[in-house]
């Protein structure tokens, strides 16, 4: 499984993403899902990708493969994120295809992805786009995407993220989110990959990878624990006066 | 949508449940989801239902008639618990597979429930009875079941269930669950039920049923969300030093 997340604020973007690949519990591996690619200087162009691992390598290595071969469109020359989100929809489309007919019924070659960043003066964004290839992106009451189990740590996001939260705020708030869902599924794991992207910078130079074991990333995640222990100790009683016999029922 | 809790305790049993039915989101009503049967003085035995409408229904008419009628397995007869969920599996079953032919290729009857209670000397417990009519329980570990939308309320209990956590404890913890479920989900909605009863006692006297404006819900849920944000207003910032240039990417 995997779980990322892509924030997209006033003052730019932030990515997060585990690091746990697994066909069945019994093989289990590591791979980071956020992947950069070396564009022209006036774009920077981020995936996180969700869903069967050969297709998500295969949909990388073909946008890699269109840059350096410089075909009509590629990550260079599209104009806009939404013009590279449909290029990417498209091969996600034609790579999920290449499989189905040797695929045993069970086979399953879909794949999501989160394509985030900016191009030219163009705003920065983040667009999620489907196994159909067909793609949505942010709104300003809704200023972020998920990818891979996302219902864990939905909570946490839907009360904490606004359009105008602080990048290093809303890192922290994709960290509890991880943290929520590591905790439940035991197929989402460190490390945890996180990128703050300023808007209008076109550097990608504030990178963090937290392992397992990572300071940080323990101090924060027992602390929120502990926190919540202490929020949750101090809610008030419901009154047993308040109660009444179960109707229906004798 | 549904969600619908079953924690089981050293002390007893804590239940609840949502209102919300739809049959497509422009479909929505209110029904109750937790179902209290009439049954001898030396038993205290109540449903939580999810799933199809037409299903849950027809299981607990079914429950009803058999012990009316008195037939040779009812929840009357039963000695144990785990025995009135098999039961109830078979039951659920056989009525699911009643309209599975006349069925267009969407239609879905398959239906979820949560068997509670405790009979006569019997420990109380709590069995998951899934649609193909097979069962879980709880463990020292795991203390609760969950039916329906589950993700979203799970990681609060995982942080706060134990089994001797107190039965009101617990029950706020329930509130606290569904309060995360009906942030994210607007499928699942009051009145919420709640049910706590005490080892031994062989009654169910004390019912809450909380509407949508309930006082005390609404303080609980905003009291919750107020202490969230400071909980997480005072975690520490990671620290800028520690990060660098995303990797694969001038």
Known sequence: MTYCIAVSLKDGLVLTSDSRTNAGIDNVSIYGKMHAFCTASDRKIVLLSAGNLATTQAVIDQLKRDMKEETAVNLDTVNYLSEAAEYLGRISV????????????????????????????????????YPEGNCITTSRQTPYLQIGENKYGKPVLDRFLKIDTSLHEAGRCCLISMDSTMRSNASVG??????????????????????ED???????????HEKLKEAFATLPQFSKEDSRPLPGCI
């Open 214 to 224: 990572n300071e940080y990333l323990s101090k924060i995640r027992k602390m929120w």
């Open 94 to 129: 034609e790579k999920q295809r290449r499989h189905v007919d040797a695929g045993q019924s069970s086979f399953n070659p879909s794949a999501t992805f989160i394509l985030a960043g900016q191009i030219g003066q163009e705003p920065h964004g983040a667009y999620l786009v």
């Open 190 to 211: 460190a490390p945890v990959e996180l990128l703050i992207y300023h808007r209008d910078s076109l550097v990608l130079d504030e990178y963090y990878c937290f392992q």
